[in-house]
T-cell receptor, first 113, second 113 residues
Framework: GENVEQHPSTLSVQEGDSAVIKCTYS??????FPWYKQELGKRPQLIID?????GEKKDQRIAVTLNKTAKHFSLHITETQPEDSAVYFC????????????FGSGTQLTVLP | NAGVTQTPKFQVLKTGQSMTLQCAQD?????MSWYRQDPGMGLRLIHY???????DQGEVPNGYNVSRSTTEDFPLRLLSAAPSQTSVYFC????????????FGPGTRLTVL
């Protein structure tokens, strides 16, 4: 099955700096890559996703890049703010009969004021 | 619209007890799923359903049963609780399955003593 590895597990940045979280996946047939944000004690919420026919996608301060050859994708947050502090999860979904989302282990991002 | 609701919010069980975690949605989504969240392990899929009357196993189904008699409800049953089932459980729905936005419920924190 699919295996998703996420790094780093914790990340601290100064307010205004950029943050980058990276994920690698094992199944070359994976075709959908979402990112979820989970604030403390809250439910995960989708913040951005990308499909395998696109190399990059942006939404205001958030961007995701996908490198299918290397089987990795990254979340980029620019001009970080304290409200960006949360746990971020990447996920990958393989095509084919399994077609289940496999999540990474999460990154605790702390934005220091 | 309430979206996705889960009950109870918290539950403490003794080893060997059984219980049902409730999940309901008013979004008219066909696809529903159950995840468990453990520290450092991300979200792992337990069971899912692509529509009323249809269920299937996810990554970690042992010790859990599900049924889907209506579009709105997708209960998760623990048959004989074990300490290894101590976790936070999230129900999620989506319009088009795993390659689509997952809308998570607020979660149930379960402790098995």
């Amino acid at each position: 099955g699919e295996n998703v590895e996420q790094h780093p597990s914790t990340l601290s940045v100064q307010e205004g700096d950029s943050a980058v979280i990276k994920c690698t996946y094992s199944d070359s047939a994976s075709n959908y890559f979402p990112w979820y944000k989970q604030e403390l004690g809250k439910r995960p919420q989708l913040i951005i996703d990308i499909r395998s026919n696109v190399g990059e996608k942006k939404d205001q301060r958030i961007a995701v890049t996908l490198n299918k050859t290397a089987k990795h994708f990254s979340l980029h947050i620019t001009e970080t703010q304290p409200e960006d502090s949360a746990v971020y999860f990447c996920a990958a979904r393989a095509s084919g009969s399994a077609r289940q989302l496999t999540f990474g282990s999460g990154t605790q991002l702390t934005v220091l004021p | 619209n309430a979206g996705v609701t889960q009950t109870p919010k918290f539950q403490v069980l003794k080893t060997g007890q059984s219980m049902t975690l409730q999940c309901a949605q008013d979004m008219n989504h066909e696809y529903m799923s159950w995840y468990r969240q453990d520290p450092g392990m991300g979200l792992r899929l337990i069971h899912y359903s692509v529509g009323a009357g249809i269920t299937d196993q996810g990554e970690v189904p042992n010790g859990y049963n599900v049924s889907r008699s209506t579009t709105e409800d997708f209960p998760l049953r623990l048959l004989s609780a074990a300490p290894s089932q101590t976790s936070v459980y999230f129900c999620a729905t989506s319009r088009e399955g795993q390659a689509d936005t997952q809308y998570f419920g607020p979660g149930t924190r379960l402790t098995v003593l």
